[in-house]
């Protein structure tokens, strides 16, 4: 029985379906490890041609998503954005790096700048190491006494309660930042 890989079938499928469609099947096959977009570049560059259905919109697809792909550092920080973007939740910028780091310089999963909220995505790969454990908790220490907030997402948390996710990345969004609550009000912890 004839098959195509599954880069080939992306692209023959592409010309029936909005590019939203395909941005989002693409990433989803991407995070389940089915897919490598460059495979797919290479099929759009061997097939692709004018006139020919799907160049177009396999092109586009792949323009809106390479730069977020290569971005990210991990699957997990994929499935993340991609709870929030189907949640309709803003886009956080991605690598974002730390204002408040100047000795060491480093750069965290996602952030909201404007509202001071970090998001992190705590896959087993990166943070077994004691090492990485204790790093992470006193960046974590060093950001929250500069006033920001910072929401940690485990594979598992992504995974089995994707809801639950949402909802606290939701919750974060919309809770005053530390930075307002502690310029209002009397506070005994005020500087």
């Known amino acids: 029985m004839p098959t195509t890989t599954i880069a080939r079938t992306v692209f023959d499928i592409a010309h029936r379906h909005r590019i939203p469609f395909l941005v989002a099947l693409i990433e989803k096959l991407v995070v389940a490890h089915q897919l490598d977009v460059h495979e797919l570049a290479m099929v759009l560059g061997q097939l692709g041609r004018r006139g020919r259905p799907g160049t177009v919109k396999t092109r586009k697809a792949l323009a809106s998503i390479l730069p977020v792909v290569e971005r990210l550092e991990s699957q ?11 949640a309709g939740l803003p886009i956080p910028a991605l690598q974002y790096p730390l204002p408040w780091r100047t000795l060491k310089p480093g750069r965290v999963d996602m952030a909201y700048p404007e509202v001071r909220l970090i998001i992190e995505c705590d896959g087993r790969r990166w943070h077994v190491a004691a090492k990485a454990f204790e790093d992470d908790r006193r960046r974590d220490n060093l950001a929250t006494t500069a006033g920001w907030r910072v929401v940690r997402i485990t594979w598992k948390m992504a995974v089995e309660e994707p809801e639950s996710v949402v909802r606290l990345i939701a919750s974060a969004l ?18």
């Open 76 to 86: 997990l920080e994929l499935m993340v954005l991609d709870l929030i973007r189907d």
């Open 174 to 191: 919309n809770a005053p930042s530390m930075a307002a609550v502690s310029t209002s009000g009397d506070s005994k912890f005020r500087r």
